[in-house]
């Protein structure tokens, strides 16, 4: 993993964890912290800065003792991290690595992981129709679950989290009001033939969003 400064593309700083093919890399929206995940390895980095981009190190590694995860995802408030493991999802915090809960889907391997921007939601999704959703301050709750016909493939929440906005591997787009107590979907966009939704993004006053098709 090479650290590298965005102003001339100097090498900062070269991490070499692991021999392994590492799956998923993220930084903490605080910028605090390095997520490395790769086969029988998950490990969390302190990244230290005390200036510019000159004085980057990164420090001080946490194994986190996940064997099978694949993707990983901080929340928007860099207190949280999950990591998706088979078809399981651990919870952890970020800070430290320790874990906070172990979640059950039961959706098939996990693929997709999301948190709504105030850190309250997280959204899990797999290989079959449906998306689960967790109250992260109560994930001993019963989750909310939403479905389409298709695997779900994306999703994407409102800069408020009041609106879910989800995709799925059948060319549909579909709305989603959080604030009910059983949300329930409202098609977006149907596309046909050789189409398929590639992203989805709601605008900043969750009023209106844009599709990219791919053909």
């Not at 949280?80 to 809960?101: D, F, H, T």
């Not at 039961?106 to 105030?118: A, E, V």
């Not at 939601?121 to 016909?149: C, E, M, Y």
């Amino acid at each position: 993993v090479y650290m590298v400064s965005l102003s001339d593309g100097a090498t900062l700083q070269k991490v070499n964890p692991t021999n392994k093919t590492i799956k998923d890399l993220q930084i903490s929206p605080d910028g605090r912290r390095l997520l490395i995940v790769a086969p029988y390895f998950t490990t969390l980095y302190k990244i230290v800065r005390e200036g510019d981009e000159r004085s980057l190190k990164i420090a001080s590694p946490t194994e986190i003792g996940v064997q099978y995860a694949i993707k990983g995802k901080f929340s928007s408030d860099s207190k949280l991290l999950a990591l998706g493991s088979g078809s399981e999802v651990i919870v952890c915090n970020a800070e430290n690595g320790q874990r906070i809960a172990v979640l059950h889907p039961n959706i098939g391997g996990i693929s997709l992981l999301c948190f709504s921007p105030n850190g309250r939601i997280l959204a899990v999704g797999g290989q079959n129709q449906t998306l689960t959703l967790w109250n992260t301050d109560d994930f001993s709750a019963p989750p909310t679950k939403i479905r389409h016909t298709s695997p779900i493939w994306r999703c994407n929440f409102s800069p408020d989290s009041r609106l879910l906005l989800t995709m799925d591997a059948g060319s549909s787009a579909r709305l989603w009001d959080l604030q009910q107590s059983i949300p329930e979907g409202r098609t977006l966009l149907r596309v046909h033939g050789i189409e398929n939704i590639n992203e989805l993004e709601a605008s900043p006053d969750g009023r209106w969003c844009a599709a990219c098709l791919l053909y």
